[in-house]
């Protein structure tokens, strides 16, 4: 398969006035071309933090260490400006709430082509018609008359697949989805699924962050699992939902209503005090002398975890 994301040893940490966060710890994937990638977990365990440290759109007094490849260019070394060129162009995210995504003083239309001026360098002739066909590619129609309109005069479910239009005017390769199915109903859930599987199948990649383990299911080709700040699983979706390793992955699925909905004992961690050794020991049954000390990362006939039990 052809590779198109590749993390390596991605950290992050955040000095606060409590102490330090540790937000993201040692991340490695990768995504391929056309390939739907998600990442889940509880909130607040760092997912998200991920997700800005690849966009490189992190707090201006995050700490970053690691490399992060998109395309075969090393993106988290470029400067700034360079990294401004590939925003939007090779990687694009899609916020989570259209509502505050959206400009509400600007026509729909307008937001959309802007990107691809911007991005692409195209014409104002050339970008409206792209995005004519853009909002008949989305059923947003008749795209004359929504082209001029303003978001206020938009349904839900239109305007938010007049964001995933905007994420995807200027044809990226990647787009990084942050909790895109939170709060809202079903319904839009399954639109959202919907136009994202469109967009995965004229050859974008994902990278899904959620909390949702039920949506990564129906979107996922495969799935990491972040616990505290630490990806501890990795594998395919089906062999993932049929026998997760980790116990922490076995604890999560154990938790969703279609299995009972069994909360997982204990409290998360804080992500300033991170426990010693294996971050999910306080609350793990199967606890051991040396899970005292960082677990390595297992490679599993191509999944991975990081457990002593695998080791
Ligand atoms: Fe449990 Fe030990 Fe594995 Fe951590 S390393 S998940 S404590 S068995
Ligand atoms: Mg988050």
């Known amino acids: 398969p052809d590779l198109l994301l590749k993390v390596s040893g991605v950290s992050v940490t955040i000095p ?19 390939e739907i990638f998600s990442l889940i977990g ?10 800005q440290a690849i966009m490189r759109l992190l707090p201006p007094n995050a700490v970053f260490s690691g490399k992060v490849e998109l395309d075969g260019t090393e993106i988290s070394a470029l400067s700034e400006k360079e990294m401004q060129k590939v925003r939007g162009k090779t990687v ?70 007049a964001m995933v239009a905007m994420g995807t ?38 990278l899904l962050i959620t909390h949702d383990v039920g949506f990564a299911r129906a979107m996922s080709d495969r799935i990491a699992v972040n616990y505290c700040g630490q990806i501890i699983e990795i594998a395919g979706k089906d062999v993932f939902f049929k026998e997760p390793l980790h116990p922490y992955s076995q604890a999560l699925l154990d938790a969703v209503p279609e299995r009972g909905m ?12 991170v426990p010693e050794g294996c971050r999910f020991h306080p609350r793990c049954p199967y606890k051991m002398d040396r899970c005292l000390k960082n677990p390595p990362v297992v490679d599993m006939n191509g999944r991975c975890v990081r457990c002593w039990m695998y080791a």
């Open 16 to 34: 606060t006035g409590q102490g330090t966060v540790h937000a993201v710890d040692d991340a490695t994937f990768s995504i391929n071309k056309h």
């Open 42 to 51: 509880e909130s607040g365990s760092g997912k998200s933090i991920l997700g």
């Open 92 to 161: 694009a995210s899609i916020a989570q709430n259209p509502y505050l995504a959206m400009n509400p003083g600007i026509r729909v239309g307008t937001q959309i082509a802007e990107p691809m001026q911007a991005h692409l360098g195209m014409s104002k002739e050339d970008s409206k018609a792209r995005t004519f066909r853009a909002l008949k590619y989305f059923d947003i129609v008749p795209p004359e008359v929504r082209e001029r309109e303003y978001p206020f005069q938009y349904s839900g479910g239109m305007l938010q697949r």
């Open 169 to 206: 005017a200027a044809d990226p390769e990647l787009i990084i989805a942050d909790e895109p199915t939170k709060g809202i109903d079903v319904l839009k859930k399954r639109n959202i699924a919907a136009i994202f599987h469109k967009v995965a199948s004229d050859g974008c990649a994902f």
């Open 262 to 273: 069994h909360p997982i004992p204990g409290l998360s961690p804080s992500m300033i005090e």
